[in-house]
């Protein structure tokens, strides 16, 4: 874990610590993230973050350098995936290593990534050998009404697991793909739409050493080693199962919410939103310390 420094000067603040589901999910209460926190105050919102694998902190008025500072927290800056080419009104700049998640459009094209629409459930960047740590998601601005993100608890979802099931996927390996069913449907996605990695179906968390379930419905195409209907069949029984409401936390967003979750070990996906109504979030994402195993 990497820890930013703190001066004497820290905040010396106490968190509460609230579940917001049963399985996945914690509100940190008690906290202005634009204050520099004292390192047993870091010490606790890790500890819960690896507990719950979903935090979020609500009413945050953090600018940039707040976002990039409480990163630091929970490891090493990914790199920029997407950079923004055009700013919305408001920013004059935006900072290296962060991105602009928004469908807003300026002279007719969106200054930011996602932009519109649902996604299905998903694990960040599980098409590469070096899948992301940590995503932070900060909201500035909301439509509405939609746009919720859904997590799941793959631990929560691989404890459920009959044995049976446990013992066929235990060892199997699969295939991820960036953007699979744009791949699938032959459209031209750049470079990088084909890309992809191999990894193990069930993945041991590095620091926890709890198991959870590690494909999803958006990327994972295939497991290695297993016939097309076979592999089919045991990859849409894992994503119902994983999908299943009791493992799930749907959080409805507002303006200064700032969520991080786990990408080792939890799921997301994306409800619809009205596509003429502005919705800019920025984003964060924190290096992976091992390769899945």
Known sequence: MTMVSTSDAATAATPEFVPLSKHIGCE??????????????????YRAWLDHAVLLFRDQDLSQEDLIRVTGHFGEFA????????????????????MMI??????????????????????????????????LLY?????????????ASG??????????????????????????NSVVRGDKQGVDATSQAAHPVIRTHDET?????????????????????????????????CEKPEFVYTHVWRKGDLVVWDNRCSSHARTDFPSDQ????????????????
């Open 209 to 241: 050493n709890r198991k959870a379930i590690y494909v999803n419905r958006l990327m994972t195409v295939k497991i290695e080693g297993m016939s097309e209907q076979e592999s089919d069949t045991l990859l849409n029984f894992l994503f119902d199962h």
């Open 278 to 293: 502005r919705r800019l979030l920025l984003r964060t994402t924190v290096k992976g310390t091992s390769r899945p195993y």
């Open 155 to 180: 631990t929560a979802a691989y404890d459920a697991l009959d044995a049976e099931v446990k013992a066929k996927v235990e060892g199997r390996r699969a295939v991820n793909y960036y953007v699979y």
């Open 28 to 45: 940190v209460k008690g906290i202005d993230l634009r204050k520099p926190l004292r390192p047993d105050t870091i010490s606790a919102i």
């Open 102 to 135: 928004s469908n807003i459009r300026e002279n007719g094209e969106t200054i930011g990534a996602l932009p519109d629409g649902e996604m299905m459930f998903h694990h960040d960047t599980i098409h590469r050998e070096d899948p992301h740590k940590a995503t």
């Open 79 to 98: 790199p920029l995936g997407r950079p923004a080419h055009t700013l919305p009104k408001g920013f004059s700049r935006l900072l290296p290593n962060i």
């Open 139 to 151: 909201s500035v601005e909301i439509p509405t009404y939609g746009g919720d993100t859904l997590f």
